[in-house]
């Protein structure tokens, strides 16, 4: 078996990296000029560079494992419908990080991890990171959710990736706190039941509560309302995973876009 050290030893030791939620929302986000997406040109500008960026989005999901992308030139993934032209015009053309997403099969034990050189960048990674680091020079990488897992197996995953942020890596997970699109209502304020299960987020966050969260999905009505499926919620915890009580916590974007849609997110630094 490798141990930390070993599978860690050609990373350079940085200082310590945040750790970051993203509420993505619509994909539009990546080539309109407001609120969601000034905030993310805001934070790329403050954060302190990364060496690499590790994103669990939403939208790599696999069953019966979980697979890290090693691949040196991940492309662009448009998977979305009925969208400008425009939109499935942008690239995002970073490099991948294929030895730090060798060092994260070696180092997680708490389930397989395997390599994979066939994803790329999807939207909910490269619509976040073309307005916070433009430029497309930091290398990323992504991890699948392997949804044949509960949340707390990818809570305890991600607690074996908090060697990462003392190795330069930014971790992002990338989905939603609420996330229901057959409940989508333009121009509506926030369903009751979606503004709940947000608030009750929010104070297990505050709280530290990484285990609460965990718990939190299929609890309530609220919670089954809030994520019809899993896969927007399951990104947020990573960086609770990889956060320890060091970290200043900070919301940002707590706001609802279309009634059922939570934009909240928030840093640990």
């Known amino acids: 078996m490798t141990d930390m050290n070993s599978a860690f030893a050609h990373l350079r030791t940085t200082q310590r990296m945040p750790a970051l939620f993203v509420g993505h929302g619509n994909p539009m986000n990546a080539i309109e000029d407001n609120a969601y997406s000034r905030s993310w040109r805001a934070l790329g500008d403050r954060l302190p560079a990364p060496q690499a960026i590790l994103c669990v989005s939403a939208h790599w999901m696999t069953r019966g494992a979980?697979?890290?992308?090693?691949?040196?030139?991940?492309?662009?993934i448009h998977d979305f419908g009925?969208?400008?032209?425009?939109?499935?015009q942008q690239q995002y053309p970073a490099p991948g990080a294929p030895e730090t997403a060798q060092a994260v099969i070696e180092l997680v034990r708490a389930s397989h991890v395997?390599?994979?050189t066939e994803w790329g960048l999807d939207h909910g990674a490269w619509s976040v990171l073309i307005k916070m680091f433009p430029k497309a020079d930091i290398p990323v990488?992504?991890?699948?959710?392997?949804?044949s897992r509960n949340p707390r197996d990818h809570l305890a995953l991600a607690r074996e990736l908090k060697p990462l942020r003392e190795k330069g890596v930014l971790v992002i997970g990338s989905g939603n706190m609420v996330h229901n699109l057959m409940a989508l209502a333009p121009g509506a304020p926030a369903y009751d039941w979606?503004?709940?299960?947000?608030d009750d987020m929010a104070r297990k966050i505050e709280a530290r509560d990484a285990a609460g969260v965990?718990?939190?999905?299929?609890?309530?009505?609220?919670?089954?309302?809030?994520h019809p499926t899993p896969e927007h919620f399951l990104p947020a915890l990573f960086p609770l995973g990889v956060a320890d009580a060091a970290d200043e916590l900070s919301f940002f974007n707590a706001n609802f876009d279309m009634g059922s849609i939570s934009m909240r997110s928030?840093?640990?630094s």
């Open 266 to 268: 928030f840093l640990l």
């Open 114 to 116: 395997a390599g994979d």
């Open 82 to 88: 009925g969208f400008p032209r425009e939109l499935y």
């Open 66 to 76: 979980t697979l890290v992308h090693v691949g040196a030139r991940p492309k662009t």
């Open 141 to 147: 990488f992504q991890l699948s959710l392997d949804l």
């Open 194 to 198: 979606a503004e709940s299960f947000d």
């Open 214 to 226: 965990a718990n939190a999905l299929g609890a309530s009505r609220a919670a089954r309302l809030s």
